[in-house]
T-cell receptor
């Protein structure tokens, strides 16, 4: 089945540690996105990528980094510079043409202790 | 800049009753509009979308939405709610593809509770 997978579903880290969240898609979509979700704040865009080896900052990129070495993969690293990293992280993808409807993965809940 | 307002944070309806979730947007041109649903701890599932044409769009799970340009609204409706519809609902607005990406702006969501 085609879709977007995120791993792990739950992640616990100590304060000051970097952590990488995985996002893989087999939909042959060109564009991929990372969002952060906090209660009562909806979804906020962290980074997005239109093609391999290219990515753009979203609205809240500080303290995060990404890479896009393969079309299928768009990992997100939450660095120690992110002041409040505990949140639910969602990855999405969309076709590179047409209406650009985004499809979402199941999410990763990160808790920093 | 584009924005989305979902004025109702929390709505409770009885099973079998009708439902309307409100969404107002701000956008300079003709918007691309979406409704997504999220169950607790899960990702977002697309319910329906509007790009052009008929202003009443049908989606999955018996939902529909109506685009009203004069009111800058895109309200979601369902004639008879089922207990399984309890979830959080997000409205989003975008410009379609710019380059190969489509940036969306999301509302803060409406949590739907269904009483039996």
């Amino acid at each position: 089945d085609g879709g977007i997978t995120q791993s792990p579903k739950y992640l616990f880290r100590k304060e000051g540690q970097n952590v990488t969240l995985s996002c893989e898609q087999n939909l042959n979509h060109d564009a991929m996105y990372w969002y952060r979700q906090d209660p009562g704040q909806g979804l906020r865009l962290i980074y997005y990528s239109q093609i391999v080896n290219d990515f753009q900052k979203g609205d809240i990129a500080e303290g995060y980094s990404v890479s896009r070495e393969k079309k299928e993969s768009f990992p997100l690293t939450v660095t120690s510079a992110q002041k409040n990293p505990t949140a639910f992280y969602l990855c999405a993808s969309s076709m590179g043409r047409g209406t650009g409807t985004q499809y979402f993965g199941p999410g990763t809940r990160l808790t920093v202790l | 800049a584009q924005s989305v307002t979902q004025p109702d944070i929390h709505i409770t309806v009885s099973e079998g009753a009708s439902l309307e979730l409100r969404c107002n947007y701000s956008y300079g041109a003709t918007p691309y509009l979406f409704w997504y649903v999220q169950s607790p701890g899960q990702g977002l599932q697309l319910l329906l979308k509007y790009f052009s044409g008929d202003t009443l769009v049908q989606g999955i799970k018996g939902f529909e939405a109506e685009f009203k340009r004069s009111q800058s609204s895109f309200n979601l409706r369902k004639p008879s709610v089922h207990w399984s519809d309890a979830a959080e609902y997000f409205c989003a607005v975008g410009a379609g593809n710019t380059g190969t990406a489509s940036k969306l702006t999301f509302g803060t969501g409406t949590r739907l509770q269904v009483t039996l």
